[in-house]
């Protein structure tokens, strides 16, 4: 459960699991969006597809505990290759009580490799729902 499992099912491209490790009310933050989504169907559309984007090569770099935002997260630095580009970024994994995944935070840099995941999840997942961000 958790941190370790989000990254382990994430790599391994077994969403089911990571989407079973969810709290109810799990805040999805996005890179480049203010808002969180919070909508399963979405997240079950939209963790496949970003899995799909961020290509074979992504893979994550470590597991750090830390605080940040006044909580303990787990930071996952990660690398990939998006549509040719070289990104980086770090998902902060907030944990509820239970050990589920409670809440994650997706940082990623260059802003091109930003622009190609929101443009690349567009074409697999279409508009997002009120609310909800893509990418």
């Known amino acids: 459960m958790g ?4 990254r382990q099912n994430f790599e391994a491209r077994n969403i089911e699991a990571v989407l079973a490790d969810f709290a109810p009310d799990v805040a999805v933050y996005h890179a480049g969006q203010p808002d969180p989504s919070s909508s399963p169907p979405f997240h079950e559309a939209m963790f496949p597809a970003l899995r799909d984007v961020l290509g074979p090569e992504f893979h994550f770099t470590d ?4 605080q940040a935002h006044g909580a303990e997260y787990a ?7 998006v549509d040719g580009i070289d990104a980086e970024g770090v998902d902060l994994v907030r944990e509820a009580p239970d050990g589920r995944v409670a809440e994650i935070r997706f940082a990623m840099r260059p802003l091109a490799a930003i622009e190609a995941v929101h443009r690349l999840m567009k074409e697999r997942i279409g508009p997002p729902p009120s609310g909800d961000r893509v990418g």
């Open 3 to 6: 941190a370790a499992a989000f």
């Open 63 to 66: 597991l750090v505990r830390a």
């Open 75 to 81: 930071l996952l630095p990660w690398t990939a290759v």
